[in-house]
């Protein structure tokens, strides 16, 4: 196990930097080897030169292969994946394109009458984004501190422990959880904030394990430097660590919150849908982007499955929107650190 | 700024008991204390998952009068509830070991063409659109997977349930092969949609391979494939078994593409070992139904079946935390 963790982790900034790096020097090393190895087989060596020529004919095939397969595989992989965004934009991009759809809500639509608004659903994922996020980040990013900066022995494990099984955990269970600690035990009603506690609780590993791995590549000698100049432990965490590591952590949070606009399972079993506009995360009723998808792709009528597409469409540039800021702060603070 | 050299020197004994624990400081009392609150927390949460889980499904299973474990009865409302999991247990788990199958060699490829192959200016491009792919919600792989995916995989079932229906799980199951709600279908779907995060989270690990393992691999003379195989792929391995336990994670749990594409079967319909049937998962099974839970013996049933999602979850997470553990801790 060669394969451990380096003492001296790089920055997370300097990642893109190492691919970038050996994007080019390292490929014409690559090839200044090959140069170099082909004169010298024939020439010099000739204990065993036969034995050496044939070997490196088969590492070369090897080679080749792997290249092939890598350039295959990405093929392969491409093919879908863009299918499915060509099919999101081409079958959504008329209702998305239409100015009533961002300014008016679904009222007065049917499975049988096209049109309508998704303002009424924008508005309800992003609200319950925002307070998934207020709760998660704290508690993740805090979780995350401990566990890099003060964990240690058996608590730290277990907690350790903990955020890979809440990892795991499937929407469907958290959103279950919530009902059964919601409604079943504390009596209350199916809202939207019921909602936003299951997503809070999808939410925290992502932000968890995204802030750990950025906390471990923040050199050791940051901290010894801080606290060699006699700064306290929680001020060097404060002003030392988090800024170092800070765009990886935004980069986290933001597909944290991508997982979580998403998710469509507890919404299903805690916040049912509605064609109105509704922004009381404690009412009964409030629709989503992810509900209404779920709402229209049950009729069979073209109208409503053209909303369910322009639906997906509008969730999916949010979502895009989310991690090209996520991205410019991430570039920006680049610089700082 | 000034105070915070040799605070234990000047400070008389009314604070040693604090500061004997290194920590002296408000500021650090605080701060340890509310990070310590959070990990706390997480734990806490995980552990009332299982209690409130297994809590509110033990009376209705008390009442259930066949094995929870064996049978694939689900009447759940009545005097004699009757229901059990094994139908759903098979359907998650084939469908989930199909989409495991197909996305981590093809994912982990893709991380390694991405990191060590691709030359700049696709690398960046590619590596974005995965990340974004990464976060489409599952409904639209559902939408996608039924609509548009599904009708061209159809031929692909009918070429196996032609050609190697001999083989039990490639039966041809009365025509089924000719469906798109399928359980084959369901499996591909899942693994295209896990496909991204194996991707994204394996070129995360590979990236950070420390510059010089590789140069030391070249400069020992090997080429692309075998610096890849002796300094890449040792180093990314405890990262691709997280990044592949957290894709069989979503598979097993995955609910609104499961819901959408498979078909459910009639009441009473025999098992069979074919992949080209319907069915429902655990999770496609509980949102089919999130509107009936109005007794408590009724949720009771469906929040026994979560509970064993979860603790079917659990244990991959467990497995691959062991194997994960043998990584060397931080700064250790």
Redesign the interface.
Known sequence: ???????Q??PDAA??D???????P?CS??RV?ERD?EPAGPAGNPRNEGASGHKSGG??A??V???I???G??V???I??????W??VSNGLELVGSPRWWSDDAAGTSARRPGGGALHAIVGTLEMAAVTALIAV???V??A???????RGR??R??S??????????????G??I???W???LGGQRIPFAATLSLV?LM??VV?RSTE?ML??VP?ELREASFAL??????T??QVVLPTAFSGIVTGIL?GL??V?????PL??LAPYTKYLQGDLFANLMATL?TM??DN?TEVTQAA?DR??AA?LT??LI??AF?LVG?LIARTSKVKA | MTSVTGVSAPDPSPTSSVASRSTGRLGDRVFSGLSIGAGTLVVVLVLLIGLFLVTQAVPALQRNEVNFLTSSEWTVSGEHPRFGVAGLLWVTVVSSIIAMLLAVPVGVAVALFLTQYAPTWLARPAAGTIDLLAAVPSIVYGLWGLRQFGPVLVPVQQFFAQYFGWIPIFAPNNGLSGNVSTIFVVGVVLAIMILPIVTALSREVFAQTPRAHIEGAMALGATKWETIRTAVLPFGKPGVISAAMLGLGRALGETLAVTIILATLAPGTPWVASLFNGGETFASKIANNAGEFDTPQKTGAFLAAGLVLFLLTFVVNAIARIVIERRKAFSE
């Open positions: 196990m060669s394969a451990s963790t380096p003492k982790g790089r990642a893109e190492v691919r970038t790096l050996e994007a080019t390292s090393a690559t080897v190895a590492r070369a090897a080679d292969a792997a290249r397969i890598m350039w595989a990405f392969l992989a491409v879908p994946l863009v299918w499915i965004l099919s999101v704290p508690i993740g805090l979780t501190v401990y566990l890099v900066e003060y964990g608590l730290a277990l907690v422990f903990m955020v890979d099984i809440l990892t795991g955990v499937p929407s469907i269970v958290a279950l959880f009902y059964a600690f409604v079943t035990t609780l925290i590993p968890v791995e471990k590549l050791n006699g700064v306290p432990k929680w001020k965490i404060v597909l991508a997982r606009m998403g998710e469509t399972a299903i079993i992810p998808i779920n792709r499955i369910a597409w997906s969730l999916i979502i895009l991690n991205r």
